[in-house]
């Protein structure tokens, strides 16, 4: 139970939940991600809604976890977690700044067009489909054939 | 279970037990697909199946109502209590019966999940709108690895042509639908099956011919998911996916 006065701000939580960073991809955040839908007070108690990225995503577990632990080291232990299938997630929901710290760690973000706008490395735009699939559910394989070097492309979905 | 909810609950087993048991067979290839690349790509595939399969069979459990999650039915029914369309359980056999199984039922999954999403039963809806973006990207690899294999080179096209002659006679079944299907469909809960199937053979049509592939004619097969009737395949599918519950009935991790 929290008391009404002691209660974070909603905005306050959000901020929190932006500094839990994703397993998979550590540079961005679970909110930079876009699988946060909502954060509100239902009378005493707090509610996120997250909506997993992939259906079979092992990370999906281990998000709702980090979620917790983050919202009780801040005396939230009691907070709701609940799971949201509609709408479906996209990465459009990927915020601008979760799409910059993508490129930056080396890992093309998604483009509408369905595949890398550019080399995350040398920003080549002669680029070749390496495979569909990669190393975690929400990316595939490229390469780049100006500086010959492969690399990750967040898959658009 | 009332008329209704006995139809909900095959529909959700179908979709379920066909996305667990294909799932199943293409996680076999996890560490001997021919190249890395398809491996992942395989496990990955293997990998959103199972997630759609958590779906639909803790909806299967929710409509019946007893108490049984998803786990419970994945683990502990036996084969004639499956729903998965035969196809589905067939041997991996090599790399083209593999893509060749899976592009006959992604094709099929796409054009149930996108009727499904459309469904006026809010739980169907939400699952299929998650489940057909990641199968429209299955569909789009496999109908593109059919294309490239039947019209490549002699080899690859004899065996694509020879899984084709041996998987295809269990796509018969892809479009029946019995009596509870039609109660789903006129309460818009489920698809009108019979309307999907010239959709699903103009897709493949299109697909096998520009793989210089050619559909043979006149082969059938009796087995029938719906009424459980399945290959021996399926119950040594179980025996290795099904052995840690059974022997150690409770096990968690």
């Keep these: ?157 | 279970m009332e008329a209704r909810e006995a139809a909900l609950f095959e529909l959700a087993l179908r979709m379920g037990d066909t996305a667990l048991i294909l799932g199943q067979r293409v996680s076999e290839w996890c560490g001997h697909a021919p190249a890395l690349e398809e491996d992942i790509a395989l496990a990955n595939t293997a990998l959103d199946l199972l997630g759609q399969t958590q779906m639909w069979l803790e909806l299967a459990g929710e409509v019946e109502g007893k108490g049984r999650s998803a786990d419970d039915l994945a683990f502990l029914r036996d084969a004639w209590d499956f729903r998965n369309l035969v196809l589905a359980e067939q041997p991996n056999t090599d790399f083209g019966h593999t893509i060749m199984r899976q592009y006959l039922i992604d094709a099929w999954n796409r054009l149930m999940l996108d009727e499904l999403q459309n469904s006026a039963d809010a739980r169907i809806a939400s699952i299929a709108g998650k489940a057909a973006r990641e199968t429209a990207y299955h569909l789009e690899r496999s109908r593109d690895l059919v294309i490239r294999l039947g019209d490549g080179s002699e080899e690859s096209h004899a065996r694509m042509q020879a899984a084709l002659n041996t998987l295809w006679p269990f796509t018969d079944e892809f479009f029946e639908a019995d009596d509870g299907d039609a109660l789903l469909a006129a309460e818009g809960i489920g698809p009108d099956t019979a309307a999907l199937a010239p959709q699903w053979q103009r897709e493949v049509q299109a697909s096998l011919a520009a793989a210089t592939l050619d559909i043979p004619e006149g082969r059938t097969n009796p087995s029938r998911s719906r009424s459980g009737r399945h290959t021996e395949h399926l119950g040594h599918l179980l025996a290795t996916m099904q052995w840690l519950q059974r022997a150690y009935p409770g096990a968690r991790w």
């Design chain 1, 1 to 157: 139970m929290v008391e009404a006065s002691a209660r974070p701000g909603i905005e306050e939580v959000w901020a929190w939940l932006d500094g839990v960073p994703d397993p998979e991809i550590p540079v961005i955040s679970i909110v930079d991600l876009g699988i946060i839908r909502d954060v509100a007070w239902e009378g005493e108690r707090l509610v996120v809604t997250v909506t997993p990225t992939y259906s079979g995503c092992p990370a999906t577990a281990v998000i709702n976890m980090e979620i917790a632990a983050c919202l009780a080291a801040h005396g939230l232990a009691d907070a709701e977690i609940r799971t949201r299938l509609a709408p479906p997630w996209t990465t459009d929901w990927l915020s601008e700044k979760g799409r910059a710290r993508l490129a930056e760690y080396g890992i093309a973000p998604p483009q509408p067009a369905g595949g890398p706008a550019a080399c995350p490395r040398c920003g080549g735009t002669e680029l070749e489909r390496v495979s569909q699939f990669g190393a975690t559910p929400c990316k595939a394989q490229w390469r780049c054939k100006s500086c010959l070097e492969p690399f990750e492309y967040f898959k658009c979905i």
